[in-house]
T-cell receptor
Framework: AQSVTQLGSHVSVSEGALVLLRCNYS??????LFWYVQYPNQGLQLLLK??????LVKGINGFEAEFKKSETSFHLTKPSAHMSDAAEYFC?????????????FGTGTQLKVEL | KAGVTQTPRYLIKTRGQQVTLSCSPI?????VSWYQQTPGQGLQFLFE???????NKGNFPGRFSGRQFSNSRSEMNVSTLELGDSALYLC?????????????FGQGTRLTVV
């Protein structure tokens, strides 16, 4: 079964600093990978997705992620954190082998941005 | 274009009751999926509907059911509510069925069982 592991349930950075949120996947076939963000009392918003077209994926709000097969990783980065980036971030995987639209999510990383 | 609309936003029910939650997908989207989000279990897939047919189901008891109508709107029902059913229920819509398809989420329905 496909799964993702997010290392670090809480990450704190200073405004203007690099944001790095970690995600490792477990899959026997090349997966489809997603990053979503959730603000308090809101649903999930798609930041970016990897579907094998390019290993470096650029998303919204200045975020990007790099698919590294050798490391089974899909870490999310942003060069300079902004206060508005404070939210919970979820990595997710979908199974290209018949899983339909089902997403399997990681446990989430709460990002705190400090002045 | 309007986003995914879930109603109601908040709901309080008593143990043993049943509840129905509604989801209107983005216009033109034919796939609707449901997820349960709790602090302890995180985000868990409930089921997926496409063209009025359940295509995929998560590992939840039979008390959880759903359906999709011809206009792609979907409802989920939970019968004989338990305290552990308290959660944020999220609906997501997609244009088609297939891995890699973008899912657009609603704001969710917060269900509290007392």
């Amino acid at each position: 079964a496909q799964s993702v592991t997010q290392l670090g349930s809480h990450v704190s950075v200073s405004e203007g600093a690099l944001v790095l949120l970690r995600c490792n996947y477990s899959s026997s076939v090349p997966p489809y990978l997603f990053w979503y963000v959730q603000y308090p009392n809101q649903g999930l918003q798609l930041l970016l997705k990897y579907t094998s077209a390019a290993t470096l994926v650029k998303g919204i709000n200045g975020f990007e992620a790099e698919f590294k097969k050798s490391e089974t990783s899909f870490h999310l980065t942003k060069p300079s954190a902004h206060m508005s980036d404070a939210a919970e971030y979820f990595c997710a995987v979908s199974d290209p082998a018949g899983g339909g639209n089902k997403l399997t999510f990681g446990t989430g990383t709460q990002l705190k941005v400090e002045l | 274009k309007a986003g995914v609309t879930q109603t109601p936003r908040y709901l309080i029910k008593t143990r043993g009751q049943q509840v129905t939650l509604s989801c209107s997908p983005i216009s033109g989207h034919r796939s609707v999926s449901w997820y349960q989000q709790t602090p302890g279990q995180g985000l868990q897939f409930l089921f997926e509907y496409f063209s009025e047919t359940q295509r995929n189901k998560g590992n939840f008891p039979g008390r959880f059911s759903g359906r999709q109508f011809s206009n792609s709107r979907s409802e989920m029902n939970v019968s004989t509510l338990e305290l552990g059913d308290s959660a944020l229920y999220l609906c997501a819509s997609s244009t088609r069925q297939g891995a890699g398809t973008e899912a657009f989420f609603g704001q969710g329905t917060r269900l509290t069982v007392v």
